[in-house]
């Protein structure tokens, strides 16, 4: 393996069994009284699944619903809007819901129109919606941006602001590690010596007693870099902070190839508490991929490992037709979608072809235009690497989804991790699950999720090794995939929607 370049600063500061699944279990239907965006599966107990839909009326009135299903039958329990109307004088709206320990976590914008100022509140009910706590945990200046994740043990909140523009002489990032109740267990500004116009926030990751890390895409453009060879072929685009809140100590990774281009990156920790980065690249500086890269640090934030691998030839022929391998070297319009962390420190990249065309037709005659908006979600992309970072092998699930004026709403896919395998959950067309898992290309598009079925994917550390229909053509529901999630390793929920009604499907694995 060829190592991969890093620059680090240093400061103080196709079968139709369920191969390993059960038959899936079938909720009951129910109504929803207006078109609700649907924001997903926010967790469970032993008796009960808890699901949550935000509602957006006006600026002054929203909702936010949550609803309870018995986990043996999906059926539906109850479900309340909890979230209330601010008093005269105010707004806001909910940004962030987390669920623990049998509580319901809101966090919430609250503009005071008179003082003019935007602040953060945090809202705590129990799970018969009693309202157990309500305080504010921060302010928002208008040039600054808050991020809020979940602590991984689930223990607290991470609570970070960054600056939308930057004068040039440094970045900075407000940190707030808050507990259960609101309270601050430590704070931190975090700066850094580089010179940044623009930072995005695109990933947080905090164990408690362990390092921070935050990856960040700099939005630089290599395209207006300037001076020698070797500078324009520098991608200054990411760079990982990871922070030791232990002994105050910061360091900044800025992720460099040269001669390539990162093209999506994204991180989990593995279970021997070592971060993992890995993503896919480019050689072109367009949105394209021609191979994949890993990192990993220790604890301490040392390297332990970074490499790269540019596909073969052998894998690029399963994703590009015979009559356009001579011309076409580099894989189009392929997004990073998730890494999916085994027990074992092994980890698969999941990615997706996903493009957008927009399509006018003028008609003299009337003077009118129409136009239509195509949405594609094809084929997904996955490769898998050992628990050192190696990469061992790189495939491509077949997928045609094509949709018109619908936003892509039904299409793209979700997926199960078991801690040994992973399954993909799309809406799929019935004649493609006769077709072999290596016959790449005479597979039939779904437009429109016309004769859909829900489909399911198994890949174990060999590959794919069965595809089928998890529920058949005689269900009219579909299924809603990035709104689905697994809670647990065992058990995937699947929300479906026909019209107004929706159904909540569950699949779980078969005991060994």
């Known amino acids: 393996m060829k190592q991969l370049l890093f620059i680090v600063l240093l400061f103080a500061g196709g079968s139709q069994a369920f191969p390993q699944l059960e038959a899936p279990l079938k909720g009951s239907e129910y109504s929803t009284a207006r078109k609700e965006n649907f924001n997903g599966f926010i967790g469970e107990n032993s008796s009960t699944l808890f699901t949550i839909d935000y509602l957006y009326i006006s600026r002054k009135k929203q909702e936010l619903i949550v609803r309870k299903f018995y986990k043996t039958d999906l059926k539906l329990v109850d479900s309340k809007n909890i979230y209330e109307i601010p008093p005269d004088g105010f707004y806001g709206e909910p940004i962030e819901v987390f669920y623990h320990n049998d509580s319901i976590f809101i966090f919430s914008n609250l503009y005071d129109e008179q003082q003019k100022t935007l602040f953060i509140t945090l809202e705590v009910f129990d799970i018969n919606y009693e309202k157990l706590i309500s305080t504010t945990v921060d302010t928002l200046p208008d040039d600054e941006t808050l991020h809020i994740v979940e602590e991984q043990t689930k223990n607290g909140f991470v609570l970070i602001r960054s600056h939308k523009f930057s004068n040039l002489t440094e970045q900075e ?180 072809r996903y493009y957008k065309y927009i399509e006018r037709t003028y008609d003299p005659r009337t003077n009118i235009t129409t136009t239509t908006e195509h949405y594609n979600y094809n084929s997904i992309i996955v490769s898998y690497f050992d628990s050192v970072g190696n990469h061992l092998w790189t495939d491509r699930i077949p997928k045609y989804q094509s949709s018109t004026n619908d936003f892509g709403y039904f299409s793209s896919f979700t997926h199960l991790n078991t801690g040994k395998e992973i399954y993909l959950f799309f809406n ?81 694995l078969k005991q060994k």
């Not at 623009?198 to 990933?203: G, Q, T, V």
């Not at 220790?298 to 490499?307: R, V």
């Not at 697994?486 to 569950?506: D, N, W």
Request: with cysteine; glycine share 6%.
């Open 173 to 352: 990032m407000d940190v707030k590690y808050l507990s259960e109740t609101g309270s601050v267990n430590w704070s931190k500004t975090l700066k850094s010596p580089m010179a940044l116009q623009n930072l995005d926030i695109e990933k947080i990751l905090y164990t408690a007693g362990g390092p921070l890390y935050v990856m960040c895409n700099y939005n630089y453009d290599p395209a207006n870099l300037s001076g020698d060879d070797d500078q324009e072929m520098i991608n200054n685009k990411y760079a990982l902070w990871a922070y030791d809140p232990q002994t105050n100590f910061l360091k900044e990774f800025e992720l460099r190839m040269k001669g390539k281009w990162l093209n999506g990156i994204r991180l989990e920790l593995n279970p021997y508490n070592q971060l993992v980065l890995a993503g896919y690249f480019n050689e072109t500086r367009y949105h394209t991929v021609c191979g994949t890269f890993s990192l990993i640090l220790g604890p301490e934030l040392n390297i332990i490992q970074s490499s790269f691998y540019k596909l073969s030839p052998e894998t690029l022929a399963r994703f590009i037709e015979e009559k356009d391998r001579e011309k076409v070297k580099e894989l189009e319009d392929y997004q990073l979608n998730d890494m999916a962390m085994l027990e074992n420190g092994s980890f698969f990249l999941l990615g997706e």
């Open 428 to 508: 799929d067309s019935e004649k493609n699950n006769d077709i072999a898992l290596t016959d790449y290309f005479n597979y039939k598009g779904l437009f429109n999720n016309r004769r859909f079925q829900i489909s399911y994917v198994e890949i174990d550390t060999t590959g794919p090794v069965a595809r089928g229909p998890l529920i058949g053509l005689e269900n009219p529901f579909m299924l809603r995939a990035k709104e689905s999630n697994a809670i647990s390793t065992s058990t995937m929920y699947l929300f479906t929607e026909v019209g107004r009604e929706a159904k909540v499907f569950s699949v779980g």
